[in-house]
């Protein structure tokens, strides 16, 4: 009997941007420095990122680098840039028959800290603070529906979040945790959030 095995073009293509010297298992990753965990060089503020061809990538990890995003002014913004070309190179999203909420293809996790944590400064090399209300505005809908469909901004995601607490608020009850991330410093140290690429 003949084993199947998967081409190389049934290969689901999953990258880890700026992965340094990280990457996920099953994951590609993508950074500006040539490490072990490299496996292509790219300067993610230089677009369009040109190794990647549009809707030719499954899966999207990005972990502590939008905060590194710096500004740019009103008719160009790297960090509007970055997720325009994410959207750009994503597969259309597709979702888990099973269970329609949960994506196969077509989305990325993007985890960075918490605006309301000393860990969204920490690093002088930090650019910019971010919130769940920062990704709205890659969303198109929520865009014309504020008037700012002359925002630099094309991409279109719907997206989810979860918040990563400080151990001492990880027992607490529901609603102790809900005051506490709306009222208080330090109590979500990062936030992960799932943008998932609308056709």
């Not at 608020?169 to 959030?193: C, L, P």
């Amino acid at each position: 009997m003949v084993k199947e095995t998967k081409s190389k073009k049934d290969t689901p293509l999953k990258l880890s941007l700026a992965c340094g010297g990280n990457k996920p298992e099953g994951f590609k990753g993508v950074d500006i420095v040539k490490t072990d965990s490299t496996d292509y060089v790219q300067d993610l503020f230089i677009f369009p990122w040109s190794q990647f061809a549009d809707n030719s990538v499954d899966e999207i990890e990005c972990s502590n680098f939008v905060e590194h995003i710096p500004h740019g002014d009103s008719r160009n913004d790297p960090f509007f840039q970055f997720f325009d070309e994410i959207f750009r190179i994503l597969k259309p999203a597709e979702f888990d028959p099973n269970n329609p909420n949960i994506p196969i293809k077509g989305f990325a996790t993007i985890i960075c800290p918490y605006y309301s944590s000393m860990r969204a400064w920490q690093d002088p090399t930090h650019s910019r603070a971010i919130s769940e209300a920062s990704f709205l505005y890659l969303n198109k809908k929520w865009r014309d529906d504020n008037k700012l469909d002359h925002y630099p901004v094309g991409c279109d995601f719907d997206y989810n979040y979860a918040y990563i607490l400080d151990p001492v608020w990880q027992t607490r009850n529901q609603e102790a945790q809900a005051f506490a991330i709306k009222h208080y410093i330090n109590t979500v140290s990062d936030i992960q959030v799932q943008l998932i690429k609308r056709s």
